[in-house]
């Protein structure tokens, strides 16, 4: 069976490739997608003699549809749910956007105490606070975040429709390579998750300040983020994030999107191996 059953009876869905004996790579996806927005990273590390693991967070992809526990907690528990069932160690674990924010916790509150946990990236991830506060004056101001709640709420099909056309891979940048498949990929992810997952996670994902998950993680971690994120925009999450860490390196991806690992993994995959091998 391909899910566990967290301690508050929630079913997690995780992918499970490769060696058990092999050392793992644990892949955490971004809002509102599932693990299936790791292919491009999934194909690429087993073929180079990697254990890697997947799951879809609560609410999202093949998870269950529950009400509640839709906040950096419950995601971090249920991450860890999913390592301790698995007993991954020596564990590299790679976190896009939110699943970034999942990591940082994960790390700091399980993986880290546990010793489970070898090294981390951040991808154009969320740390350490999206949303515009008095201490946080560079953040985004909340309504933005308001208004994601109510495009998702009027028609949360076109919303993700725009989302994915539109800022995510950077398509609405003069002479974007454009790839249909890829939108359709996203907006079907999206739409296989929970409305109300996706409705509470946008709180998670915002306003939730991991300051110190990031002062407590001390493996070393790659923090990567392109310059030319319109999701999560680089100087207000990893040049921030990078500085908080005992163990951090930024590496910029000039004009590179918010979705990079799927436009430029022929980019972003050797940088990881070289980071993981390093």
Request: net charge negative; charged share 20%; glycine share 10%.
């Amino acid at each position: 069976m391909n899910t566990i059953t967290t301690s508050d009876g929630v079913q997690i869905y995780f992918k499970d490739w490769g060696s058990k004996t092999a050392q793992p790579i644990m892949f955490h996806h971004g809002w509102p997608l599932s693990s299936d927005d790791w292919d491009a990273q999934m194909l690429y590390f087993v073929g180079k003699g990697f254990r890697v693991i997947a799951h879809d967070r609560r609410g999202h992809g093949r998870s269950s549809q529950v009400s509640d526990g839709h906040d950096m907690d419950h995601y971090a528990a249920d991450a860890s749910a999913v390592a301790e069932h698995l007993d991954l160690r020596n564990a590299i674990h790679i976190g896009h956007s939110t699943g970034g924010g999942e990591v940082a916790r994960y790390v700091a509150k399980f993986g880290q105490p546990q010793g489970r946990v070898a090294k981390a990236v951040l991808v154009s991830a969320v740390p350490p606070l999206m949303v515009k506060t008095d201490a946080n004056p560079g953040g985004t101001p909340i309504t933005v975040f308001d208004g994601f709640r109510a495009a998702l709420a009027a028609n949360r099909a076109q919303f993700y429709s725009d989302v994915a056309s539109g800022p995510f891979y950077g398509f609405n940048r003069p002479g974007a390579q454009v790839s249909q498949g890829i939108i359709n990929n996203w907006w079907r992810q999206g739409m296989i998750g929970s409305a109300k997952a996706h409705y509470d996670g946008i709180k998670a994902f915002s306003e939730t300040d991991q300051t110190e998950d990031l002062r407590a993680i001390t493996v070393p971690t790659l923090v990567m983020h392109g310059d030319d994120d319109q999701i999560v925009p680089i100087d207000d999450a990893s040049r921030l994030s990078v500085k908080l860490l005992k163990n951090g390196t930024l590496k910029v991806y000039a004009g590179f999107p918010h979705g990079m690992l799927t436009t430029h993994g022929d980019v972003i995959n050797p940088d990881l191996l070289a980071f993981i091998k390093g």
